[in-house]
């Protein structure tokens, strides 16, 4: 069997991609070095953007696989090691297309993710659960799907995705995401607090400024779909989002009370003040299956239909009830575990009601309003 070459070895190691960047690591110079013996094995030096890179494991497993399966190797060792500041300047020049400005690249004309802002109007909506499951939703429908956990004060995004204890990776100003097992891509001001337990006082400025870190200095990738969790009410948050992704598109969670109804009014109206666009209504916990067969309402019934009632009137335009989704045990147990009820218990009828939620969304066109068509006016008539 002959030697395998230099140029196999680097094909193969060019469909390794960096689970983090989720680009091959031939793209972004994470091979240092790679050295073949006449005996066929072959040593591969990988260069971590970090030293303490949580995905190293997996890196080392990915590559042995695909450098395995050229013809003629007989071994495969991966050395880890990790990039100078030269390198770690290069990966973040790469990253960022060459530009070394702060830009949110979802607020640029030509950029195709579609960006849902998931708000309420008060707490204890389910508003951070639906964030999580339509998110993994979306992902199971085959799409790239980004989640921020723009809640501020009451980040809970981590823990419902599995992925509290983890830190993002950073490469000098530029955090990575931290991917889920279901393929979602997270980032939340919880991960990026000293301590896990210290508590966020912020006020305006500081949660702007939180907000932009989490938009701009995260390498998202090439995304379908970006999901923010909200904080409740139209606070600072709300506004600032107004301000920096004028081109979201905002789905209210409300519940069936009328109470919540009445609130969850004034969060899609504060989205038209920021010349947003209300992409539906979603009404959780709108009642709940008995054992018998028989169902309860415990919250009443009609709210979410009401406010999108309410909000196509005050637009001009239709405002959806795109679903109800059932009071089910199961979706709290799963955000409990770390382990949405999407992911968890598919079959379950709080599951198929948010799938199908998802479904409307992802089948959605996409909003060309405020884009630039790349049209030139023209004298010839």
């Not at 008060?122 to 199971?140: F, Y």
């Not at 992704?245 to 989205?271: F, K, S, Y």
């Not at 309860?296 to 009401?306: A, D, L, N, T, V």
Request: charged fraction near 20%; hydrophobic fraction near 45%; glycine fraction near 12%.
């Amino acid at each position: 069997m002959s030697t395998p070459t230099l140029e196999q070895v680097n094909a193969a190691l060019a469909t390794v991609n960096d689970p983090e960047i989720k680009r091959p690591i031939t793209e972004i110079g994470m091979v240092g070095s790679v050295d073949i013996t006449d005996a066929g094995e072959v040593t591969v030096g990988i260069l971590l953007t970090v030293a303490g890179c949580p995905m190293k494991d997996t890196l080392t497993r990915d590559v042995t696989a695909a450098v395995s399966k050229v013809a003629g190797v007989s071994g495969v060792a991966v050395d880890m090691g990790v990039m100078d500041a030269d390198q770690r300047a290069k990966l973040n020049e790469t990253l960022r297309n060459g530009n070394a400005q702060r830009e949110i690249p979802f607020a640029k004309p030509g950029s195709l993710t579609k960006v849902y802002a998931i708000a309420s109007g008060k707490g204890g909506v389910g508003k951070s659960s639906m964030t999580a499951n339509l998110a993994i939703a979306l992902a199971k429908q085959g799409l790239k799907v980004g989640v921020v956990d723009a809640d501020i004060y009451g980040h809970s995004i981590p823990a419902m995705l599995g992925v509290a204890d983890s830190r993002p990776t950073q490469v000098d100003d530029l955090i990575m995401p931290v991917p889920t097992a279901s393929g979602v891509s997270v980032i939340s001001v919880g991960m990026l607090k000293p301590k896990r337990e210290q508590v966020i006082a912020w006020r305006g400025p500081m949660l702007d400024r939180a907000l932009v870190q989490m938009l701009a200095d995260v390498y998202w990738g090439d995304l379908d779909a970006l999901l923010l969790d909200l904080p409740p009410g139209t606070g600072d948050i709300a506004i600032s989002l107004g301000q920096h992704l004028p081109n979201a598109e905002v789905l209210v969670i409300t519940t069936p009370q009328e109470a919540a109804a009445e609130v969850a009014e004034r969060a899609g109206t504060m989205a038209s003040m920021m010349h947003q666009r209300v992409v539906g209504v979603v009404e959780n916990m709108s009642w709940m299956d008995l054992p018998d067969g028989s169902r309860i309402e415990p919250f009443g019934s009609g709210g979410g239909q009401r406010v999108a009632e309410t909000l196509s009137q005050r637009f001009g335009y239709e405002v959806k009830l795109l679903g109800q989704v059932p009071l089910d045990p199961s979706l709290r147990e799963g955000g409990d575990a770390g382990k949405p009820v999407v992911e968890s218990d598919p079959t379950s009828a709080g599951a198929q009601a948010i799938t199908a939620i998802a479904s409307a969304l992802s089948g959605r066109g996409r909003n060309l309003a405020g884009m630039q068509l790349g049209l030139t006016p023209s004298n010839k008539f």
